[in-house]
């Protein structure tokens, strides 16, 4: 890494945990970031942020870009738990994670998202912002998965066949032996506003929306604890 990018290396823990900061404090229009991590073989690596990463105003044709690349190895285990993304009004982001991993690796990926504070009465009317997600296990695409939203996101999401008028959402993902095994015991820890599947004995997905970044992680933080078997990284309980 360089730039505005660092890693900081917490100590005493038992999985080696990596917390990504951006010195610049945040990503606007124009801004390019590359992440690459690798989970060697029988490796276990937790990587998450110091804090919300922020997407400013962009000037007019400019995009902030954010590609990040996450291998797993054989027998290794990668929990991918950045903390929330916050847009702004005027936010451009295009953004793009890939994971590609051996089949018999673990990976618990969340991507949380919140469209303006609430608490700061903040309202996005013209947001350009494109999220792919896409995770090949042995070499098949087992997800792929696509956001879009572009203009009026306050509008868009107000509309009841997509958001309710949430402001916040999160996609987890367990890619792992047996994950389909989780499910019951997730659909009963989820509000209304969430849903999980399993697309096969060993991929789950869930999907969490929530009027604003507090709710979000009140129902969210317990369904991770879950899913990892132990608590949060340090920096989601500052």
Request: glycine content about 10%.
């Amino acid at each position: 890494m360089s730039g505005s990018s660092k890693l900081l290396f917490p100590r005493g823990l038992d999985a080696l945990q990596a917390v990504y900061l951006n010195s610049s404090g945040g990503v606007t229009g124009g801004d390019a970031f590359d992440i690459a991590a690798t989970a060697r073989e029988g490796a276990h690596l937790a990587i998450t942020t110091q804090a919300a990463d922020r997407v400013y105003r962009a000037l007019p044709g400019e995009t902030g870009r954010v590609e990040t690349r996450l291998v797993l190895e054989e027998g290794a285990r990668l929990d991918w738990l950045p903390q929330e993304t916050i847009l702004f009004d005027g936010a451009a982001l295009d953004r793009r994670l890939s994971v590609e991993m051996a089949g018999d690796a673990r990976l618990l990926l969340c991507e949380p998202l919140i469209f303006g504070r609430a608490a700061m009465g903040e309202s996005i009317t013209d947001l350009r912002h494109a999220d792919r997600i896409d995770i090949t296990r042995a070499g098949r695409l087992v997800w792929s998965d696509r956001l879009r939203l572009v203009g009026d996101a306050a509008a868009c999401l107000a509309d009841p066949a997509i958001a309710e008028g949430a402001r916040a959402m999160a996609t987890v993902v367990l890619a792992a032996p047996g994950a389909a095994a989780q499910v019951a015991a997730l659909r009963g820890m989820l509000p209304e506003t969430g849903g999980v599947s399993a697309l096969d004995p060993d991929l789950l997905v869930l999907r969490l929306l929530a009027i604003d970044g507090f709710e979000l992680r009140r129902h969210l933080c317990p369904v991770l604890r879950r899913l990892s078997g132990a608590e949060l990284p340090r920096p989601w309980m500052i």
